[in-house]
């Protein structure tokens, strides 16, 4: 007998809670925020609301499904089973938060702020929480059509180490020292070049919304690189870019900024005593890499099935 669906709401903290677990009371709180000029009032209401959406897209779960609730910082040890219907209520970001550790299940984007989130990943209403959990269970069954699959990126390291993320992925230095590495590319005929630098950012479609995007529009302003044609979110392309490259007798700045067609990979080997490779700007669960190990970067074959 097949098990019944499974409704995984998946939320965050809302700042007001964290300034209440900080400071003790709803008073010490409010009084922390207004001896700095603050209302605490703005906060509150935020809170409010995402409380409401939360409560509102519980109840429209039909009863005979199951369901469980995970905060954000417990995703990473939460496991999600295959006749998961996974509904997020929050920003965006928290779309690409969950979306490393799916392998298929249908995704529902909950808007928990209307006016405050772009609304890129969270397309839906708490209000329509009945008809897009009916739209997610056809999805999940094969009887739906109304999915859209975006292209994600994966580090893979020569130890076999292994990093999926939705928007971006990051390597380099963990705090703000200077990352050293060497860069190659699948199609650079054998170039490979030195490098010292912030850090390099290898995006996708979705990502082309958040970090990537403004890196790319600093570009545009005369940089290398702002030429480029960000893609979209079903795409299997990738755009990457060098940060902060900087040109010495050792190091060279001639490969900044480039796309990876699909089945290309990045290729960098560090030059450094330890660099850092996250996703999606989870810093707590990275990949840890060390001199002399070698780090490939590119589309993956998992995609993130989105509802709506």
């Given at each position: 007998m097949s098990l019944a669906p499974r409704a995984v709401l998946v939320y965050r903290t809302t700042e007001y809670e964290e300034l209440v677990a900080r400071h003790g009371t709803h008073g010490q709180a409010a009084f922390f925020l207004s001896s700095r000029g603050r209302d605490i009032e703005e906060i509150t209401e935020r809170h409010r609301r995402t409380r409401r959406a939360l409560v509102e897209v519980t109840a429209a779960i039909p009863l005979t499904w199951r369901q469980s609730h995970v905060e954000r910082r417990d995703l990473d040890r939460f496991l999600?089973?295959?006749?998961?219907?996974?509904?997020?209520?929050?920003?965006?970001?928290?779309?690409?938060?969950?979306?490393?550790?799916?392998?298929?299940?249908?995704?529902?984007?909950?808007?928990?702020?209307?006016?405050?989130?772009?609304?890129v990943l969270v397309r839906h209403r708490p209000a329509d929480a009945r008809m897009f959990l009916a739209a997610a269970l056809a999805a999940r069954t094969g009887t739906g059509?109304?999915?859209?699959?975006?292209?994600?990126?994966?580090?893979v390291a020569d130890d076999s180490q292994r990093l999926l993320a939705l928007n971006e992925i990051y390597v380099g230095a963990a705090g703000h020292q200077t990352a050293r590495y060497r860069l190659g590319l699948d199609d650079g005929r054998g170039a490979v070049e030195a490098q010292a630098s912030s850090g390099v950012l290898v995006g996708t479609g979705t990502g082309a919304t958040g970090w990537v995007r403004s890196v790319w529009q600093e570009r545009g302003r005369g940089g290398a690189g702002g030429d480029l044609r960000l893609p979209g979110p079903t795409e299997e392309r990738l755009v990457w870019f060098v940060r902060e490259a900087w040109p010495s007798p050792a190091t060279g700045t001639s490969l900044v900024a480039g796309e990876l067609a699909a089945g290309n990979r990045l290729t960098l080997t560090v030059e450094s005593e330890r660099l850092v490779a996250f996703g999606d700007g989870i810093e707590t669960d990275a990949v840890e890499l060390t001199w002399g190990q070698r780090v490939r970067v590119g589309a993956c074959a998992q995609r993130l099935r989105l509802v709506g």
């Amino acid at each position: 007998m097949s098990l019944a669906p499974r409704a995984v709401l998946v939320y965050r903290t809302t700042e007001y809670e964290e300034l209440v677990a900080r400071h003790g009371t709803h008073g010490q709180a409010a009084f922390f925020l207004s001896s700095r000029g603050r209302d605490i009032e703005e906060i509150t209401e935020r809170h409010r609301r995402t409380r409401r959406a939360l409560v509102e897209v519980t109840a429209a779960i039909p009863l005979t499904w199951r369901q469980s609730h995970v905060e954000r910082r417990d995703l990473d040890r939460f496991l999600f089973a295959p006749e998961d219907v996974v509904v997020v209520v929050g920003q965006d970001g928290l779309v690409a938060n969950v979306a490393k550790y799916l392998t298929g299940q249908p995704v529902v984007g909950v808007d928990a702020d209307p006016g405050r989130n772009p609304g890129v990943l969270v397309r839906h209403r708490p209000a329509d929480a009945r008809m897009f959990l009916a739209a997610a269970l056809a999805a999940r069954t094969g009887t739906g059509t109304g999915t859209t699959e975006l292209t994600m990126v994966e580090a893979v390291a020569d130890d076999s180490q292994r990093l999926l993320a939705l928007n971006e992925i990051y390597v380099g230095a963990a705090g703000h020292q200077t990352a050293r590495y060497r860069l190659g590319l699948d199609d650079g005929r054998g170039a490979v070049e030195a490098q010292a630098s912030s850090g390099v950012l290898v995006g996708t479609g979705t990502g082309a919304t958040g970090w990537v995007r403004s890196v790319w529009q600093e570009r545009g302003r005369g940089g290398a690189g702002g030429d480029l044609r960000l893609p979209g979110p079903t795409e299997e392309r990738l755009v990457w870019f060098v940060r902060e490259a900087w040109p010495s007798p050792a190091t060279g700045t001639s490969l900044v900024a480039g796309e990876l067609a699909a089945g290309n990979r990045l290729t960098l080997t560090v030059e450094s005593e330890r660099l850092v490779a996250f996703g999606d700007g989870i810093e707590t669960d990275a990949v840890e890499l060390t001199w002399g190990q070698r780090v490939r970067v590119g589309a993956c074959a998992q995609r993130l099935r989105l509802v709506g």
